[in-house]
């Protein structure tokens, strides 16, 4: 950006000194034009008019924006599209760049309504994977805030709504399409959403066992055993299964739920804990 106090170096010559007859003339012109600058007043041709654009110059100046990562100018570009140019091949294409647009301008609702859209509209279009995948993102990312980023917060214990949401958008994606170039990256997605459904599964079994609630304790330890067989959790989910059953009297239930501990895990310290419990 051009600065006349660094061209100039912030110096005054004694000549510049004197406000000459064309310096007084000018300045009612300056003061114009930085009024201009800073108000941005669409008369002084700062706000680009599109009511004569076509829909090429539109989708090309929408992309330019968001290729320049300007997400607020190259949605409004993008929608003012859409509303002119419904039908057109442009406009399908502008409904799949204004999905990742609102994703990246932090607008998730505005995303996944555009996505669901374009979906059901457009079930065959050779990028619909791509509307699924970033739908899947957009929950994927949807709870997450600035302090997830910098603080090493306890996603168990948060409401998983949205996780759930983006593991059935990426399975949905896997199994419409298999072979997607998107198909990878949602599985490796998937393997985390699980396992913070599973963790939360059982931060809420622990509770229960505390509060000496035992059926829900099981229940939530069956749903992580079920639910989310290849997590971590599923050896602690065990754990609770056997102990609550054993502390209900149910020790066939009990003795099912050690055996399969004791087969899949047999170094597991919760196999001590089950054949330890005294129960009163």
Partial sequence: MYNNERAYGG???????????????????TLIITLCALLNLSGCG?????????????????????????YATAIKYYEILEARFPFETYAQQAQLDLIYAYYKYEEPESAIVTA?????????????DYAYYLKGLVNFQRNLGALDRLLPIDHSQRDQKTARESLQDFAELIERFPNSKYSQDARQRMIHLSNRLADQELHVARF???????????????TVIQSHQRTPAVPEALVILAKSYKIMGLNDLSGSALKVLKLNYPEHKGIAEVENLVVK
């Fill in 116 to 128: 669901s859209r374009f979906i059901k509209y457009y079930p065959r279009h050779p990028y619909v």
């Fill in 11 to 29: 110096t005054h010559s004694g000549h510049a000194c004197v406000q000459s007859f064309w310096g007084l003339l000018m300045k009612p012109i």
């Fill in 46 to 70: 700062l706000e680009p008019k599109t009511d004569t654009w076509s829909n090429q110059r539109l989708y090309s100046e929408a992309k330019e924006s968001l290729d320049a990562g300007d």
């Fill in 208 to 222: 229960y066992m505390k509060r000496g609630a035992y059926v829900a304790a099981a229940n939530r330890a069956k």
